[in-house]
C-alpha cells in the first residue's frame, strides 16, 4: 500500500543522454514535489506542482524540467545529463502548502530513484 | 531566509537507552510548522512527529516527543527506549509561508 510510488528505484544513464524519472500518487494529493539529496545531504527542492500550476525554484538549473500529466503522475526530466546529476532523487506530496493547515501540510515521501551518470 | 541547523552529524545510542537530537531555527515568522523526519537507509522518509508553533505543548507520539523552545528557536526530539529499527537519518525541517526547509541530519546508530 505505497502511497508514493517512484520508478525505477535505480537508474543509470549515460552522460549527456536524456532520462526521464517518474513518480505516482494515490493520496489525490494537490502538490507533488522534486528534490535532488545528494549523499547523506539535506533534500534540496527543486520544482514543484500545485495541481497545474509549476513552481521552479531560481536555482534549479534549466537542464531539469517536469510534466505533470494528471493528478496522480509527475515526471522529472533531465535533458542532458552532467556527472553532477548524479544523485537520489525524491518525489513528494501534500495535499496542500497554501493553507494554514499543518495536516495538509505534510508531505509524503516515496522511496526514491538514485540515478547513476556513467 | 529560514534556517535550520542541525548541529550533530551523528549520534550513537544504545539499544533500550535515550537519545535527543538537537535542533536549532532562525525566523522572523510567528505561525509555523516542524517536523522530524526519519529516513532509514535505501528507505523512503517518513514523518516521525510534528508541531504547530502556536501550540506550547510538546507533541508526544509513543516513543518520540519533542522540546519545543519557541523563544530559543529550538525543536529537539528525544527517543526513548532506542530500538535498532530507530537507526537512521533523522531531518529536522521548517515549514512557515514558503517552502519546507531541512537540516543537514543527524544520523543515528544503535548499538544492540
Known amino acids: 500500500d505505497a502511497m508514493v510510488i517512484q520508478n525505477p528505484r535505480y537508474q543509470v544513464t549515460q552522460f549527456g543522454k536524456p532520462v526521464t524519472l517518474s513518480c505516482s500518487q494515490t493520496?489525490?494529493?494537490?502538490?507533488m514535489y522534486w528534490y535532488q539529496q545528494k549523499s547523506s545531504q539535506a533534500p534540496k527542492l527543486l520544482f514543484h506542482y500545485y495541481d497545474k500550476d509549476f513552481n521552479n525554484e531560481a536555482d534549479t538549473p534549466d537542464n531539469f524540467q517536469s510534466r505533470r500529466p494528471n493528478t496522480s503522475f509527475c515526471f522529472l526530466d533531465i535533458r542532458s545529463p552532467g556527472l553532477g546529476d548524479a544523485a537520489m532523487y525524491l518525489c513528494?506530496?501534500?495535499?496542500?502548502?497554501?493553507?494554514?493547515?499543518?495536516?495538509?501540510?505534510?508531505?509524503?515521501f516515496g522511496a526514491g530513484t538514485r540515478l547513476s551518470v556513467l | 531566509a529560514q534556517t535550520v541547523t542541525q548541529s550533530q552529524p551523528e549520534m550513537s545510542v544504545q539499544e533500550a537507552e535515550t537519545v535527543t537530537l538537537s535542533c536549532t531555527y532562525d525566523t522572523s515568522e510567528s505561525d509555523y510548522y516542524l517536523f522530524w523526519y526519519k529516513q532509514p537507509p535505501s528507505r523512503q522518509m517518513i514523518l516521525v512527529i510534528r508541531?504547530?508553533?502556536?501550540?506550547?505543548q510538546n507533541a508526544t507520539e509513543n516513543r518520540f516527543s519533542v522540546n519545543f523552545q519557541k523563544a530559543a528557536k529550538s525543536f529537539s526530539l528525544k527517543i526513548s527506549d532506542s530500538q535498532l529499527g530507530d537507526a537512521a537519518m533523522y531531518f529536522c525541517?521548517?515549514?512557515?509561508?514558503?517552502?519546507?526547509?531541512f537540516g543537514q541530519g543527524t544520523r543515528l546508530t544503535i548499538n544492540p
Open positions: 525541517a521548517y515549514k512557515g509561508a514558503q517552502k519546507l526547509v
Open positions: 508541531q504547530e508553533a502556536y501550540k506550547q
Open positions: 493520496l489525490n494529493h494537490n502538490v
Open positions: 513528494a506530496t501534500s495535499r496542500d502548502n497554501r493553507v494554514r493547515d499543518v495536516a495538509k501540510n505534510i508531505q509524503y
